[in-house]
């Protein structure tokens, strides 16, 4: 079996620069659309089997394209929303950012996996809900020739793919960067998920 691992396109969030990992209604710009439909296009070969979204906007919005080009329904679930950025939810000022990032880097760098912004999740919150789906969902497929398309976020992907996938690290990460309705293939080989795509790259 194969997952893969896709961000959602652009959205009105990012251009605005809105911290918005809620349920804010930041849908796709018109660029993030083509995105979604260039990902369809790409993903016609993969044979796609099943498709799960976070249920942030700009992921169901990506979902939405996808699964109508391929044929196939999806499923919202909450275990790949993008972390809860607590009181920032809904800010676009450098403050804001400035703290965001002083937390990313006590979960990605100085292993302080309790630390959270006020009313956000932590590190661990994270972890405890993304990483026992996809367990459950290799539970479930790995026997078989599935192909499951799980859409979601770029920093969720950041803190747990170099968890998740056994050739993964922070560094492969910088080289080859998360970008809009970008593509990380990785397969069920013995011992777990591999990494064998990185957006066109083969690892």
């Known amino acids: 079996m194969r997952i893969y691992f896709t961000r959602h396109g652009e959205s009105q969030a990012n251009l605005l620069h809105t911290i918005s990992n809620r349920q804010l209604p930041?849908?796709?710009?018109q660029k993030g659309r083509e995105q979604a439909e260039a990902l369809s296009n790409h993903l016609r070969a993969h044979r796609i089997t099943h498709i799960y979204t976070s249920p942030v906007p700009r992921a169901v919005e990506t979902s939405d394209i996808v699964a109508k080009r391929l044929g196939l329904d999806y499923v919202v679930v909450d275990s790949l929303r993008e972390y809860d950025c607590g009181i920032l939810e809904?800010?676009?000022d450098k403050a804001a950012w400035k703290i965001l990032q002083e937390y990313y880097d006590m979960w990605a760098i100085h292993n302080q996996y309790d630390m959270h912004i006020e009313?956000?999740?932590?590190?661990?919150?994270?972890?405890?809900?993304?990483?026992?789906?996809?367990?459950?969902?290799?539970?479930?497929?790995?026997?078989?020739?599935?192909?499951?398309?799980?859409?979601?976020?770029?920093?969720?992907?950041?803190?747990?793919?170099?968890?998740?996938?056994?050739?993964?690290?922070?560094?492969?990460?910088?080289?080859?960067?998360?970008?809009?309705?970008?593509?990380?293939?990785?397969?069920?080989?013995?011992?777990?998920?591999?990494?064998?795509?990185?957006?066109?790259h083969p690892i």
């Not at 930041?26 to 710009?29: F, I, K, N, Y």
């Not at 539970?139 to 078989?144: A, C, G, K, R, V």
């Open 90 to 92: 809904g800010r676009s």
């Open 119 to 200: 009313s956000g999740e932590s590190f661990h919150d994270v972890y405890q809900r993304f990483l026992p789906f996809i367990h459950d969902l290799v539970s479930s497929y790995m026997d078989n020739e599935y192909r499951i398309l799980c859409i979601s976020h770029g920093g969720i992907y950041s803190l747990m793919l170099p968890i998740l996938l056994k050739n993964v690290d922070r560094s492969l990460m910088e080289r080859y960067g998360f970008e809009y309705a970008s593509c990380v293939v990785a397969e069920f080989q013995e011992g777990g998920l591999v990494c064998i795509e990185w957006n066109g």
């Open 26 to 29: 930041h849908g796709l710009t």
